[in-house]
């Protein structure tokens, strides 16, 4: 099952690696203590909207922006768990 | 401030009422309450990923297609929320 707290985390661990930045600075930035910013990156806890808007607004990031990024992930990853039901038809006709 | 909660809850909605679907049987779908989900419908409550999820089946939806609505909504009302919050920056500049 993809869970959204799960791909919300992700997306805004890549975002702030992408700038560069910290754990400590981001959680300073949004007000949020580090540990709770790291769960919420790993997808342990749920955040409230007003805390993602705020880790947000930390990244420079508008939450439609989040969004696309979690919506594509979520998409691929939705994908990747519809695949091996396929797989045994492959495998069948390679075998004929 | 755009929030995510009130995003998909509208979403969640309009989605139901598409399939012409009332409170009470998506509830009993999803195994939530009804007073619970129209909560959530309205933007009142944050729903946790799981139950999020559990929505979405009962409303035979992906969550990346949830996904897609709620960030395209959520673009449009950063675009109309956006406008006044430049003003201020403004003043500030003018005043120093």
Same mark, same amino acid.
């Given at each position: 099952?993809?869970?959204?707290?799960?791909?919300?985390?992700? +997306? @805004?661990?890549? #975002?702030?690696? %992408? *700038?560069?930045?910290?754990?400590? !600075?981001?959680? /300073?930035? =949004?007000?949020?203590?580090?540990?709770?910013?790291?769960?919420?990156?790993?997808?342990?806890?749920?955040?409230?909207?007003?805390?993602?808007?705020?880790?947000?607004? +930390? @990244?420079?990031? #508008?939450?439609? %922006? *989040?969004?696309?990024?979690?919506? !594509?992930?979520? /998409?691929? =990853?939705?994908?990747?768990?519809?695949?091996?039901?396929?797989?045994?038809?492959?495998?069948?006709?390679?075998?004929?």
């Amino acid at each position: 099952m993809v869970l959204l707290r799960q791909e919300i985390g992700s +997306a @805004l661990r890549a #975002r702030r690696r %992408e *700038l560069g930045r910290t754990l400590r !600075e981001v959680s /300073a930035d =949004a007000s949020v203590s580090l540990g709770y910013l790291s769960e919420i990156e790993r997808g342990e806890k749920e955040a409230s909207s007003e805390l993602i808007a705020s880790v947000c607004r +930390a @990244l420079g990031l #508008r939450l439609s %922006e *989040l969004l696309e990024v979690v919506t !594509e992930h979520a /998409a691929s =990853a939705e994908t990747v768990t519809t695949l091996p039901v396929r797989e045994p038809v492959v495998q069948a006709a390679s075998a004929a």
